[in-house]
Nanobody, 127 residues
Framework: QVQLAESGGGLVQPGGSLRLSCEILGRTSNMYAMGWFRQAPGKEREVLAGISWYGYTKDYIDSVKGRFTISRDNNKDTVYLRMRNLTPEDTAVYYC????????????????????WGQGTQVTVSS
């Protein structure tokens, strides 16, 4: 079982950028597709993006396409979410998630059905 540790959240001004990191701890030899989610106050958690094990396949929800970029560095067991042109509506707790995949699915990105979750990192967009 893996553990996920997010970092990089904080306070940023509207129009600013931020990069979140998610370290995968205890991975062993398993393959994991990864995703980023967020939950704003009073709202349900929503998916933002998913990335395949090797990072070749990425998927985004329409509302963040062009502003958010998901990437990963398997040498560091770390997944990233680069966010730009942030607005107050992006204020939320951001979570990363891992989905155990078999080799046949190593090039698939997922937006649902994740197995493990991090504790989240707060992102606040405010002037």
């Amino acid at each position: 079982q893996v553990q996920l540790a997010e970092s990089g959240g904080g306070l940023v001004q509207p129009g600013g950028s931020l990069r979140l990191s998610c370290e995968i701890l205890g991975r062993t030899s398993n393959m994991y597709a990864m995703g980023w989610f967020r939950q704003a106050p009073g709202k349900e958690r929503e998916v933002l993006a998913g990335i395949s094990w090797y990072g070749y396949t990425k998927d985004y929800i329409d509302s963040v396409k062009g502003r958010f970029t998901i990437s990963r560095d398997n040498n560091k067991d770390t997944v990233y979410l680069r966010m730009r042109n942030l607005t107050p509506e992006d204020t939320a707790v951001y979570y990363c998630a891992a989905k155990l995949v078999f080799p046949v699915d190593r090039n698939r990105a997922y937006l649902t059905d994740y197995d493990f979750w991090g504790q989240g990192t707060q992102v606040t967009v405010s002037s």
